[in-house]
């Protein structure tokens, strides 16, 4: 089909019209139900219709698209002004009214049929379903439909010409729109339907200035009860957006009747505003007045209204229980028993235009839906968008996974995807006393990528962005993990695969120890608990993984905390060598950070990672590392990493750890995971005891001494300070690769075990009977 | 295929019928009727608190050559009753076990409605919209 230009006007009744016909919100519509509906009510004859359906391709398709329903509405509009249906006429013509549809709803059919008087400028008669557009239109030009609206409303509400327009009805308070409602009962839905608002809103157009005097008289007859309170005006606004389609009368109501309201009572103008182009949507005035209400009953604007004091509420407004009740299902959207103040102002709006005679609608209109963080179709299309509805997190806490499948869901994804992708979250840095070493991690770091994500410590997105502000020492060790020794912070910072941003915070955090924000170790791992178990496990882990020889090297990795000393710059880089081999090469390289911890003692028992780091090694590290050196000898297989780590460990760690590595020993895959959250952790809290031991300053010592050596004095040159950053960076690619590897075991095994528990789950219910 | 949710007992009144094939539905009614015999039979049978979700779901009540019924129960003693058509054989027990969660979830979501009585029938137009699409997958 040739590109369609559509007025604004056009644009907004079709947007309604196809809001109304796509029942099922599939953006597309099946060429049945409404839409035939539809046209039918255009009252053209079928070959015109067959012809028209053709034109905008929807036989070629099978259903109407968006543009093709907005093509064939375009085409009824021609075909009812009578000019030839050409494909060319869509642009060409000009000034083409709206086309016109008779209303299909039965009520509705009634009452317009009534109405339909025929008046050539009363397209209002529309009857419900379709918001007289022409009437719009004429009431954009003259406020005369608005008079064939007003019979309408008349008929039905037979209420005194009180100017719709609610300006001049005295708007009460709100509270006299429950008194409204008695009016509305029966009238309400059936004359407002829309056409109502069309012209309703026409009065109140600035556009039509004129009209709206005229309109009023006749508004008012629309209005249900002329005096009646603001909420009134309401009524005339159709409940759907495919009831109004009056879209461009509505907008200047809207317009209008904001004028209108300041000067009567801001009550009113909210109704009225909430008019067309969006139906739902809500004015300013009435949002404060709907706030107003909500402080009455609850002070705090971010709590929370109960259901018993939301019903007392509402139930004021005597409208039907029934109804009471489907306006909660549709506006408490977090199905928690309590409204929030968007989902509170949801409600109120609902009320109001139910009382204003609109119905209801069956599900609720995106500008009333609360913003919810992960709360998504809303789209709909037309809306304007939502009336200043915060996103309503709070409202929404995923209290109810059933009602909140999407906020559920993605607290679940995230989970899913960090483990998925196998990177931990950056893990926070670390907390090591000496922000001058974590500074100095993460300038190692930054070149090697945070290839250690430290898997499973990492693993937790959804506590990263919150964690990362932690400093908790439970972050290090997860980010320690990682880092295999990376004492600094950087290693933790190394999920940058996961999380970006993640990434950057923990960059910026090593420096500070509070920066320990790295993302909390997974929360299936239980982080806090032993730092030497979880480094044992490592070390158990890595054992298993092939040739790693450091297997011990590997069960550090997180541990690797960030030195205690400041001079510890290097980063854990020794840990965790992935592959034997590079860990050797890496332990070479990688600037042992061989802070005290503990950890380090196991590391140092890496040759391989003869922590080049080690350069920011202190004086007493060298000392320790000649210790270590005897240490780690000994200790090249992942025992003797474990027992390197015992001696280097606090005896609370070591024990912790050990008895865990050697639970990890058995299932290499899935422990590793965990160990290294706990290595992170303990050696978090090692971290700051670390200084005190010596041996692991030994074992790291060793570990550095292996490589060459890097005067570990803070002294060292830069360039020794650069080799071994780039040592550093190569443990942790090493590193790193050992990370997804174990990961994606981890991930194996994990869905193994699933698998089992589904079975077993199966067989369960077996055994009851 | 049809839904039916049953108040607790004593009383034992169906809160909500909904069938989609609407003819033969009083025999329905009748099944669900007779089959909250064996509800509560297997519900004494259980002893035990019912608190796991997986007690609650009843399973396959009884067949007959025409159709199969199955419950499920709530903490509250809320019965849910499903009966289908014995020639949908493709419905395995896990379909049927997510339809009666989405029936609960949907009924903790009307208990959670302040306008709606516990005891009363169910009128919501969103549960209705629910069950209407459950039923529509099975059918």
């Known amino acids: 089909m040739e590109g369609l230009t559509l007025s604004e006007a056009e644009q907004r009744y079709y947007c309604d019209l196809f809001s109304y016909c796509d029942t099922e919100s599939t953006k597309k519509v099946a060429s049945n139900g409404r839409v035939l509906e539809l046209f039918r009510a255009a009252q053209l004859p079928n070959d015109v219709v067959m012809q028209i359906m053709e034109l905008c391709g929807a036989t070629r398709l099978g259903y109407f698209g968006r543009s093709q329903f907005y093509i064939a509405l375009k085409l009824v509009a021609v075909a009812q002004s009578g000019l030839p249906l050409r494909v060319e006429s869509l642009n060409t013509v000009k000034d083409l009214p709206l086309p016109r549809f008779v209303v299909s709803k039965n009520e509705q059919e009634s009452r317009h049929t009534a109405l339909y008087s025929s008046d050539a400028d009363n397209p209002a008669s529309y009857s419900g379903v379709i918001p007289p557009p022409p009437g719009r239109i004429q009431v954009k030009k003259g406020s005369v439909s608005h008079d064939a609206v007003q019979q309408r409303t008349s008929t039905d509400q037979q209420e005194s010409t009180s100017p719709v327009v609610s300006p001049q009805q005295s708007p009460p308070t709100s509270p006299h729109t429950w008194r409204k409602h008695s009016r509305h009962p029966s009238g309400g839905n059936n004359e407002r339907p829309l056409a109502g608002p069309g012209p309703f809103w026409a009065p109140f157009s600035e556009a039509q200035p004129g009209s709206s005097t005229s309109s009023d008289p006749i508004w008012s007859g629309h209005s249900p009860p002329p005096h009646q309170e603001n909420w009134v005006s309401f009524a005339d606004t159709p409940p759907t957006s495919a009831l109004l389609a009056m879209h461009p009368a509505s907008v200047q109501d809207q317009t209008t009747v904001r004028t209108v309201a300041s000067a009567t009572t801001t009550n009113e103008i909210r109704r009225q505003s909430s008019s067309y182009d969006d139906p739902w949507k809500i004015t300013d005035e009435q949002r404060q007045y709907y706030v107003n209400q909500f402080k009455t009953i609850q002070p705090d604007l971010n709590g929370f209204i109960p259901g018993s004091a939301a019903k007392e509420f509402f139930t004021k407004s005597k409208l039907p229980i029934l109804e009471l009740s489907h306006i909660w299902e549709l506006s408490d959207f977090d199905k928690d028993g309590a409204l929030t103040l968007d989902e509170f102002c949801a409600a109120f709006h609902l009320v109001v235009a139910r009382k204003n005679g609109y119905d209801l609608p069956e599900k609720l209109p995106e500008s009333l839906m609360p913003k919810l963080i992960d709360l998504e179709d809303s789209t709909v299309g037309e809306q304007t968008g939502e009336v200043g509805y915060s996103s309503s997190p709070a409202e929404a806490p995923p209290s109810k996974s059933p009602s909140m499948p999407s906020l559920n869901q993605t607290w679940p994804e995230l989970n899913q995807s960090s483990e998925d992708t196998a990177i931990v979250h950056p893990v926070p840095i670390r907390m090591t006393p000496s922000k001058i070493h974590m500074q100095e991690m993460e300038l190692k770091r930054t070149g090697s990528d945070h290839a250690n994500p430290t898997s499973p410590l990492l693993v937790k997105p959804p506590d990263l962005p919150e964690e990362n502000k932690m400093s908790s020492s439970v972050k290090f060790t997860a980010g320690n993990t990682v880092t295999d020794g990376y004492s600094s912070s950087d290693s933790y910072a190394s999920d940058p695969e996961q999380i970006g941003s993640t990434v950057t915070r923990q960059r910026s955090h090593s420096g500070t120890s509070p920066d320990n924000t790295a993302p909390p170790p997974p929360p299936p791992r239980p982080h806090p608990s032993h730092s030497r178990s979880s480094s044992l496990d490592m070390n158990r882990s890595f054992s298993v993984t092939p040739g790693q020889q450091q297997a011990g090297v590997v069960a550090y990795p997180p541990a690797v905390p960030p030195r205690p000393q400041p001079s510890q710059g290097a980063g854990p880089h020794v840990h965790r060598p992935v592959d034997a081999e590079g860990l050797i090469a890496h332990t070479s390289t990688s600037p042992q950070q061989i802070p005290e911890q503990p950890n380090f003692a196991d590391f140092s028992q890496f040759e391989a990672f003869a922590v080049s780091g080690v350069n920011k090694e202190e004086e007493d590290e060298i000392e320790t590392h000649s210790e270590v050196l005897q240490v780690e000898k000994p200790s090249d297989s992942a025992s003797s990493l474990r027992v390197a780590k015992a001696d280097g460990r606090v005896e609370d760690k070591a024990p912790a750890n050990v008895p865990t590595s050697a639970g990890k020993g058995t299932t290499p895959l899935a422990p590793p995971p965990k160990p290294i959250r706990r290595r992170l952790k303990s050696e978090d809290e090692l971290r700051p005891e670390a200084e005190e031991h010596t041996q692991k300053t030994g074992v790291i010592a060793a570990v550095l001494a292996s490589q060459p050596s890097i005067p570990r004095s803070v002294g060292k040159d830069k360039k020794a300070i650069q080799a071994s950053i780039r040592r550093n960076k190569e443990t942790n690619t090493v590193l790193a690769r050992l990370n997804s590897e174990l990961q994606q075991q981890l991930k194996d095994v994990l869905e193994e075990r699933i698998s089992l528990e589904v079975q077993l789950e199966q067989l369960r219910p077996f055994s009851h009977l | ?139």
């Open chain 2, 1 to 139: 295929v049809l839904v039916s949710i049953i108040s607790s007992p004593p009383q034992n009144y169906p809160l909500y019928i909904r069938s989609v094939p609407t003819e033969n539905e009083l025999k329905f009614h009748y099944t669900v009727h007779t089959s909250l015999d064996v509800v509560d039979e297997k519900i004494s049978a259980m002893g035990k608190a019912l608190v796991d979700q997986r007690e609650l779901y009843l399973g396959l009540l009884y067949p007959t050559e025409d159709y199969k019924v199955y419950g499920y129960v709530t903490n509250s003693k809320v019965k849910f009753v499903m009966v289908v058509d014995s020639s949908n054989t493709a419905l395995r027990d896990n379909e049927i076990r997510s339809m009666f969660r989405k029936l609960h979830n949907s009924y903790t979501d009307i208990m959670c409605n302040p306008f709606y009585n516990p005891g009363d029938r169910i009128h919501s137009r969103a549960f209705d919209n629910m069950v209407n699409s459950m039923m529509m997958q099975v059918c």
